[in-house]
């Protein structure tokens, strides 16, 4: 890969050539490596970034008809800074006298909306997560990945038939490989900029990107005259990845109304910072709660922000798991839903997705060792879905893949699932 990507991102598969009439928009967080994968993808594009005022003027003057000849096929990055962009695209396009153009961006309420005003119906989107573990196994300069063994399963039909053609426990080489991989995401996460600094730069890097993105993507969503609640509302944030949200609680620490605590939560979403899992809507066993779980999306920013430096907490190693499951259902564009089930009586399942082929039931165990406990829930939910169960994972940091209960309930390597 050229622009010295490091490690080749899955996503690159999945966008369009530009020999194709196609409007492409690529967001996600700041420096998960969006202009690099453009570049590295669309090298026989013209590339113009919106960042640098003089360009926003140069496109400013440039006359809606004469366009196509003016910047023709090209990537626009940060596009979302010079609004008359976009009803000039969406002429030029629908005129036929540009095939492909790609915009760039990491504010995504601001990018989405002038999509929305301008680009509706005419424009595929696509969305770039930190590192995915499967791209920091691979080696430096891959020019493919073969999809993780998580894209099987959520495809699969039995999993019976999928563990039965894969061997239980890797070999040494292999296994202290994807050992590392693992170890390197619980550390450090998936900013692609990490990779070639040394430890205590990491950590310089991370508490730089927290300015940069209070001063920036944030200065993009909000006008805040005082920055000091919104930091303190993002630390108590990182501090409750992996729990319940409660907005009246969050809001009493963080000394700010419930209404503001909802409103910052909301731009922590918006620039790819959290995600909220949702609770599962139907009552499979009995009443279930309907309030949301809070997961911050990289785990070195988590780890920045809540000052956790040492071994990870059973939280971090659950933020990790879900984190992965979900950046590669994004990733790849999969028909999955993920939701987590909790009845008011106290009985939680991690995870639930929903697959075209059935239910997959999954528990994340943050050590090396399973105990029949550790699915008895899932049995129980299992049982009650009957023909629409497929199967359940019980995802831990130990070293094989093996059977634990009927009905097809599998204990699996955490560092296996990924890669």
Do not use: C, H
């Not at 990018?111 to 301008?118: F, Q, V």
């Not at 969305?127 to 990945?145: N, R």
């Not at 409103?263 to 949702?278: A, D, I, N, P």
Request: proline content about 4%; cysteine-free.
């Amino acid at each position: 890969m050229k622009e010295n990507m490091q490690k080749y991102r899955i996503l690159s598969s999945y966008l369009p050539p530009s020999n194709k009439r196609r409007l492409v928009v690529l967001t996600g967080a700041r420096q998960t490596g969006k202009t690099t994968l453009a570049k590295a993808k669309y090298p026989e594009l013209r590339y113009i970034n919106l960042d640098a005022p003089e360009n926003r003027e140069m496109l400013r003057r440039i006359s809606t008809p004469s366009w196509a000849v003016s910047v023709g096929n090209a990537v626009i990055d940060e596009a979302q800074k010079e609004p008359a962009v976009f009803e000039k695209i969406k002429y030029t396009f629908d005129e036929k006298g540009i095939l492909f153009t790609l915009m760039l961006g990491s504010s995504q309420i601001l990018l989405l909306k002038k999509i929305r005003e301008s680009l509706a119906g005419r424009v595929a989107i696509f969305e770039l997560w930190p590192l995915l573990m499967s791209e920091l196994y691979t080696e430096d300069y891959a020019t493919e990945i073969k999809p993780p063994l998580i894209d099987t399963l959520l495809t699969a039909k039995s999993f019976e038939n999928v563990f039965k053609s894969i061997s239980a426990m890797l070999l040494d080489k292999e296994e202290s490989k994807a050992r590392a991989a693992e170890d390197y995401m619980l550390q450090w996460g998936g900013m692609p900029a990490l990779l070639q600094i040394s430890d205590e730069e990491r950590w310089k890097w991370l508490k730089d990107y927290e300015y940069t993105y209070l001063e920036r993507d944030l200065s993009d969503l909000a006008r805040l005259d005082d920055l000091e609640p919104f930091t303190k509302f993002q630390r108590l944030s990182a501090l409750r990845s992996g729990r319940l949200l409660n907005y009246s609680e969050i809001a009493r620490d963080a000394a700010v109304s419930v209404d503001t605590a909802r409103r910052y939560m909301e731009y922590l979403k918006l620039s790819y910072q959290v995600m909220l899992l949702q609770p599962y809507y139907e009552n499979i066993i009995s009443s279930v709660i309907k309030t949301p779980k809070l997961y911050w999306i990289d785990i070195g920013l988590l780890r920045r922000l809540s000052g956790q430096r040492g071994d990870p907490s059973g939280e971090i190693y659950e933020t990790m798991v879900v984190n992965e499951i979900f950046k590669w259902i994004k990733t790849s564009q999969r028909d999955v839903e993920i939701f987590f089930y909790r009845t008011r009586s106290g009985m939680e399942l991690d995870l639930l997705l929903s697959t075209q082929n059935g239910f997959i039931g999954v528990e994340i165990k943050g050590r090396k060792m399973i105990v029949p406990s550790d699915f008895r829930p899932m049995k129980e939910i299992a049982a009650a879905l009957k023909k629409k169960w497929l199967g359940g994972l019980v995802i831990y940091q130990g070293d094989e893949i093996k059977k634990m209960s009927e009905p097809e309930i599998w204990a699996i390597p955490s560092k296996r699932l990924f890669i």
